[in-house]
């Protein structure tokens, strides 16, 4: 496609359960960011997949949280027994060149 | 220090005004630097790179003090339509590639 597609669109999931976000990055581009954004908040980094590099981790704020890469194409970002704090939009970008959002995923935990 | 401070506003401007926002960043040898605009429940979408030489973009100049470890986004003849919120860019020098972003500073123009 021609832009960076994320699914599903909004998610409302009962805390505890497991979720499971999709990013489709556009094709080509072999860096992938996961960005989390609070209600009024910045962008925070999540993680980073680099081609066939070993991703950085860093931003994922606990091991509830991790991301799959299969390639330089989809990547799947899964949080386990989710809280009430996880509810956010969380963002997808690719790039080289100039780094293009998806229009995010609205994850709400009740 | 955060890494990347900005100013949440809002700058509340009316039509046709000028607005100046800076953005400072604590990473001397950060060596990229964008503006991104998000709208309203809306992604982040790209506005501008920032030069070091500085760079313009019709009523929009972006401006780089590596010295004082600022970038700024300058708005000419603001419009209705540039209401939004402007976010700060930044990636580090030395492997990591990976974007830091400004918590953003919030524009209002009004009629």
């Known amino acids: 496609g021609a832009g960076v597609s994320q699914s599903p669109s909004n998610k409302v999931t009962e805390k505890g359960k497991d979720v499971e976000l999709r990013c489709d990055p556009i094709s080509g581009h072999t860096a992938l960011y996961w960005y989390r954004q609070r209600l009024g908040q910045g962008l925070e980094f999540l993680i980073y997949f680099q081609g066939n590099s070993a991703p950085d981790k860093s931003g994922l704020p606990s091991d509830r949280f991790s991301a799959e890469r299969t390639g330089e194409s989809v990547s799947t970002l899964t949080i386990q027994r989710t809280q009430q704090e996880d509810s956010a939009v969380y963002l997808c970008?690719?790039?080289?060149?100039?780094?293009?959002f998806g229009s995010g995923t609205r994850l709400t935990v009740v | 220090r955060k890494e990347v401070e900005q100013d949440p506003g809002p700058f509340n401007v009316p039509e046709g005004a000028t607005v100046a926002f800076n953005c400072t960043y604590s990473?001397?040898?950060?060596?990229?630097f964008f503006w991104y605009r998000q709208d309203c429940r809306k992604e982040p979408k790209l506005l501008m790179s920032?030069?070091?030489s500085g760079n313009e973009d019709g009523r929009f100049t972006a401006q780089l003090n590596r010295a004082s470890q600022y970038i700024s986004l300058l708005i000419r003849d603001s419009k209705l339509s540039d209401s939004a919120t402007y976010l700060c860019?930044?990636?580090?020098?030395?492997?990591?590639?990976?974007?830091?972003f400004g918590r953003g500073t919030s524009l209002i123009v009004h009629p």
């Open positions: 970008a690719s790039s080289p060149g100039r780094r293009t």
């Open positions: 990473n001397s040898a950060s060596q990229s």
């Open positions: 920032v030069y070091s």
């Open positions: 860019v930044v990636i580090p020098s030395g492997g990591s590639y990976i974007p830091t």
